[in-house]
Nanobody
Framework: QVQLQESGGGLVQAGGSLKLSCVISGRTFSTYAMGWFRQAPGKEREFVASVSWSGTTTYYADSVKGRFTISRGNAKNTAYLQMNNLKPEDTALYYC???????????????WGQGTLVTVSS
């Protein structure tokens, strides 16, 4: 059974930074991309960023380009999201998932975890 564990969320002022972490356990597919998604109150879940299995290729939603950086850990079941210059509109519950399909690898393959809450105050 695949389990996702996200961490690193919190309350930060606009312009601040946070780094989210994700660990996937129980995944049996040998290779998979990983992605971050977010859901703001009253809105649908949306794609934020993804990273290929090798860690060399990344994709970002236009709203976070230049501010967020996704990376993969040495342990291939881990991923990180460095978020800089945060804005109030980044406030959301952030989820990670193993992803697949065609680039930008925004097709989540796993059941959603509990997510980690990011709140950006103005």
């Amino acid at each position: 059974q695949v389990q996702l564990q996200e961490s690193g969320g919190g309350l930060v002022q606009a312009g601040g930074s946070l780094k989210l972490s994700c660990v996937i356990s129980g995944r049996t597919f040998s290779t998979y991309a990983m992605g971050w998604f977010r859901q703001a109150p009253g809105k649908e879940r949306e794609f934020v960023a993804s990273v290929s299995w090798s860690g060399t290729t990344t994709y970002y939603a236009d709203s976070v380009k230049g501010r967020f950086t996704i990376s993969r850990g040495n342990a291939k079941n881990t991923a990180y999201l460095q978020m800089n210059n945060l804005k109030p509109e980044d406030t959301a519950l952030y989820y990670c998932a193993g992803t697949g399909g065609a680039p930008p690898y925004d097709n989540a393959l796993d059941p959603w975890g509990q997510g980690t809450l990011v709140t950006v105050s103005s």
